[in-house]
């Protein structure tokens, strides 16, 4: 049971070049997230699925598209990467139900925009 | 709405002398909240949470925190701090806008420091 996995672990792009970030997960949980981490600003929302076929924007999603390709893989797209982009960024799944669930987190991706 | 005030950015704490990383928050809803912990180039990792049951929460790793609606406060407490408790830590606020779906406010951290 690997958990939350994220690919690649770091990244270095220049402005304006794309990339897709993965995120998997085996624990059979409907929701998953995106967040990214930037110093002093805790974790900010990027988009978010609530179930498979599902995406909504969250705080910051300007720059972003992501794709729920099924139950398991969410991923991230940079279409123009830009400097600003440079962060840690994370993936999250979760079980939905009535109640809190905790969400468990992925290792994150380093990516550096130059 | 909702947001989460983590009052201190870093706390230091001398080895056996007890850890407090103190947290207010604000939320329309009856709130859950959440201590994660996160250590250094390593994803989150939940401590505990607090989620309508009993306002004393205990966590992993002889962590506790309290949930005090008249103060608005849940901080985060350990008698006795350990080497390995060096990292940073972030309170959490959750609220489900829509069934099924659970959006968490992260404060912005603190690092906690453990001096031997």
């Known amino acids: 049971n690997a958990g939350v996995t994220q690919t690649p672990k770091f990244q270095v792009l220049k402005t304006g070049q794309s990339m897709t970030l993965q995120c998997a997960q085996d624990m059979n949980h409907n929701s998953m997230y995106w967040y990214r981490q930037d110093p002093g600003m805790g974790l900010r929302l990027i988009y978010y699925s609530a179930s498979e076929g599902t995406t909504d924007k969250g705080e910051v999603p300007n720059g972003y598209n992501v794709s729920r390709l099924n139950k398991r893989e969410f991923s991230l797209r940079l279409e123009s990467a830009a400097p600003s982009q440079t962060s840690v960024y994370f993936c999250?799944?979760?079980?939905?139900?009535?109640?809190?669930?905790?969400?468990?987190f992925g290792p994150g991706t380093r990516l550096t925009v130059t | 709405a909702q947001s989460v005030t983590q009052l201190d950015s870093h706390v230091s704490v001398s080895e056996g002398t007890p850890v407090l990383l103190r947290c207010n928050y604000s939320?329309?809803?009856?709130?859950?909240l959440f201590w994660y912990v996160q250590h250094p180039n390593k994803g989150l990792q939940l401590l505990l949470k607090?989620?309508?049951?009993?306002?004393l929460v205990k966590g992993i790793n002889g962590f506790e925190a309290e949930f005090k609606k008249s103060e608005t406060s849940f901080h985060l407490t350990k008698p006795s701090a350990h080497m390995s408790d060096a990292a940073e830590y972030f309170c959490v606020v959750s609220y489900q806008p829509n069934f099924g779906n659970e959006k968490l406010t992260f404060g912005t951290g603190t690092r906690l420091t453990i001096i031997p």
């Open positions: 607090y989620t309508s049951a009993a306002t």
């Open positions: 999250a799944s979760r079980y939905s139900g009535t109640g809190s669930y905790e969400q468990y």
């Open positions: 939320s329309s809803y009856s709130p859950s």
